[in-house]
């Protein structure tokens, strides 16, 4: 892994943060009500999960173990997605 791709991940995280930080601040701010409250309470758990994923494959190096790489995404997809659908039932 080069700097260069540590430089880019880090920035990446950094967009997807500011995306998470500016949707919650729509979200406890009031401006949102129904169903696009809902659908940006699940864009902000999506955000979440590919921070997740990001972090997972750039900081930690699966990517250079495709198995593990596989294993990891699979647990935190079907974690994310029993996250999305208890928070759309509540």
């Known amino acids: 892994m080069t700097l260069n791709t540590v430089t880019r991940a880090w920035a990446l995280l950094i967009a997807l943060s500011a995306a998470s930080t500016g949707l919650a601040f729509a979200v406890t701010g009031g401006h949102l009500s129904g169903a696009a409250l809902s659908a940006t309470g699940a864009a902000i758990l999506i955000l979440a999960w590919a921070k997740a994923r990001l972090i ?35």
Not at 79 to 86: D, F, M, R
């Open 56 to 90: 997972l494959n750039a900081y930690l190096r699966l990517s250079e173990a495709p198995a593990f790489r596989r294993g990891f995404g699979l647990t935190l997809a079907i974690y994310a997605v029993l996250l999305l659908v208890l928070y759309l039932a509540a």
